[in-house]
């Protein structure tokens, strides 16, 4: 009896394993031009395609005028265009794409990924979008334009679409950035200890995406380059010695990571005096919230070395503060506080903490 409910358990966790949506978008489209429609397409996203099965992952095109499907094709045969990072264009190359008011949805075993329509909304009328309506994207292309136009998603998701006479099939759109959203790693820890003559430093990872290496700084200059495990979804520990140290002597180490394309992202710093992590030097410490990027929640830890009136505050990336985290005074302790962020926009945000002599930031990133 035990091995059927455990053989049911796996079966369970692997049907919602391979049913969970991907992160996956209608990125930009050419339907209409001057003389003769030429070079139609539709161009999807896909977060790490490599975790879902595109044979499953489908476009359909709608008719605006009675809300009905009129062909629809799988995003495993599309021809597979730019990668950055996670993200894999996808352009589907189609004679036929409708004029007039028209819309088109991404579904994935049946459930709604993406839904657009251009020159107008509408109501679909045939599964799977009876009954959904379809949102004006706001821009449309017209008798007179380009062969070489398309309108196109400004930024992710949610952002503003735009008409432009480039068209850029299977790459990204002119403006558009995903540097802000490229996190290589998940880091569950950093620590360090002193051991002998020399300070022991150990950090491990819940994820790591195009991860090439991590790079270890003392007082602000690299002392190591550890080589890093790529793409890995599954937890990874790190461990390195610095023996260039003096007794007694305070260090700040960082920790940074270093994707495949060059871009750095700093994830963790820690105080530590050989001899003893030095409690008196500051009040508190920071630590990295995790998971980030997030949507919504990701939780934080604050270590208190002493008697301390904290205050965490949120701010966005012009200086303004949008939510008070914490305030109140704190003995030697630590606290673990869940960040909700819910009601904000996606986007890059200052976690700030601090004292009446002495301040912590972390940047995190919110992505909905």
Excluded at 262 to 281: N, V
Aim: net charge negative; hydrophobic share 35%; charged share 20%.
């Amino acid at each position: 009896m035990m091995k059927r409910v455990i053989i049911s358990l796996s079966f369970l966790l692997l049907f919602t394993m391979l049913h969970a949506l991907p992160n996956a978008w209608i990125n930009e489209i050419h339907y209409d031009n001057a003389g003769a429609d030429q070079d139609e397409f539709v161009e999807v996203v896909v977060a790490s395609p490599e975790n879902y099965s595109l044979i499953d992952l489908h476009l359909y095109m709608y008719n605006g005028y009675d809300g009905t499907h009129y062909c629809l094709d799988c995003i495993s045969e599309f021809t597979p265009g730019e990668r950055i990072g996670p993200y894999q264009f996808y352009t589907w190359y189609h004679r036929g794409i409708q004029n007039d008011t028209e819309g088109m949805i991404l579904v994935y075993h049946d459930t709604l990924v993406d839904i657009i329509a251009y020159e107008g909304s509408f109501t679909g009328t045939l599964p799977p979008a009876e009954g959904l309506v379809f949102p004006d994207v706001g821009v449309a292309e017209t008798g007179s334009s380009p062969v070489t136009a398309s309108i196109y998603l400004s930024g992710l998701p949610g952002s503003d679409w735009l008409y432009g006479t480039a068209s850029t099939p299977g790459n990204k759109n002119p403006g558009q950035d995903f540097s802000e959203i490229l996190t290589s790693v998940e880091l569950a820890y950093f620590k360090a200890s002193v051991s002998g003559g020399h300070i022991l430093l150990s950090w491990k990872s819940e994820s790591e995406t195009e991860n090439a290496s991590y790079l270890l700084y003392r007082n602000g200059s690299v002392i190591r380059s550890v080589p890093a495990a790529g793409t890995q979804s599954a937890p990874q520990t790190y461990s390195c010695r610095d023996e260039k140290i003096l007794p007694g002597r305070m260090y700040k180490y960082t920790l940074s990571a270093m994707n495949y394309g060059g871009r750095e992202q700093a994830l963790d710093s820690l105080h530590i005096r050989a001899g003893g992590i030095h409690e008196k030097t500051k009040p508190f410490q920071l630590h990295s919230p995790f998971p980030n990027p997030f949507n919504p929640e990701s939780t934080f830890r604050v270590d208190i070395f002493s008697s301390t009136n904290l205050e965490i505050s949120l701010f966005d990336l012009k200086g303004r503060k949008r939510k008070t985290v914490y305030r109140g005074m704190c003995e030697n302790n630590s606290l673990e506080i869940t960040l909700d962020l819910h009601d904000l926009p996606s986007g890059r945000y200052i976690l700030d903490c601090s004292s009446k002599k002495y301040r912590e930031t972390k940047t995190i990133t919110l992505v909905k």
